[in-house]
């Protein structure tokens, strides 16, 4: 079946870093992958999204690249901000094992905390 | 101007006890989903409904059931709720049942069982 893999946190960052979130997945189809992202005691938003390969999803200064030939989708931002600090999630949507509707399956979450 | 609600917000009950959970969208979307939520924050999706038809059902106990009463709707019934019920559960919508749509969540319900 599907998974998507997502490095463990939590993440502590200082204001004005770097931020990498790595995500891989497997499919058994061809997924869409998105990013979300989930802060303290909210629903999940959509972040940015990519629906085929070499495609760029870019939203509020974060990045992502779907990569299909290293089945990953790493999160980016070059210079993160307090307000950064939530759970992201990677997700990837693909066929269920009907095969005839599409689902959604997320990776575990990481949590990031910025400091000023 | 909410998207996708979800009432109640939290949810404190006893083991053994019934109880629903409500879900409406205003966003026109054919398709809504339920997801549990751990207390590691993992997501998993428990039903999928498209246009009131159920089409998505994975491996939950039957003491789960859902119900459409029309597209803008899903609610969550519980029956003999145990402690490992215990999870946030979203709501969550999408315009079709597709590989690019993104879905839109509601903001959870906090389910308690002591």
């Known amino acids: 079946g599907d998974s998507v893999t997502q490095m463990e946190g939590p993440v502590t960052l200082s204001e004005e870093a770097f931020l990498t979130i790595n995500c891989t997945y497997t499919?058994?189809?061809?997924?869409?992958l998105f990013w979300y992202v989930q802060y303290p005691g909210e629903g999940l938003q959509l972040l940015l999204k990519?629906?085929?390969?070499?495609d760029k999803g870019s939203n509020k200064g974060f990045e992502a690249t779907y990569r299909k030939e290293t089945t990953s989708f790493h999160l980016e931002k070059g210079s993160v901000q307090v307000s950064d600090s939530a759970v992201y999630f990677c997700a990837l949507s693909d066929r269920d094992s009907g095969g005839s509707n599409y689902k959604l399956t997320f990776g575990k979450g990481t949590l990031l905390t910025v400091n000023p | 101007d909410t998207a996708v609600s979800q009432t109640p917000k939290y949810l404190v009950t006893q083991m053994g006890n019934d109880k629903s959970i409500k879900c409406e969208q205003n966003?026109?979307?054919?398709?809504m989903y339920w997801y549990k939520q751990d207390s590691k924050k993992f997501l998993k999706i428990m039903f999928s409904y498209n246009n009131k038809e159920l089409i998505i059902n994975e491996t939950v106990p039957n003491r789960f059931s859902p119900k459409s009463p029309d597209k803008a709707h899903l609610n969550l019934h519980i029956n003999s709720l145990e402690l490992g019920d215990s999870a946030v559960y979203f709501c969550?919508?999408?315009?079709?049942?597709?590989?690019?749509?993104?879905?839109?969540f509601g903001p959870g319900t906090r389910l308690t069982v002591t």
């Open positions: 499919a058994t189809g061809y997924p869409s």
């Open positions: 990519a629906t085929k390969a070499d």
């Open positions: 966003l026109g979307h054919d398709t």
């Open positions: 969550a919508s999408s315009p079709w049942t597709s590989r690019t749509y993104e879905q839109y």
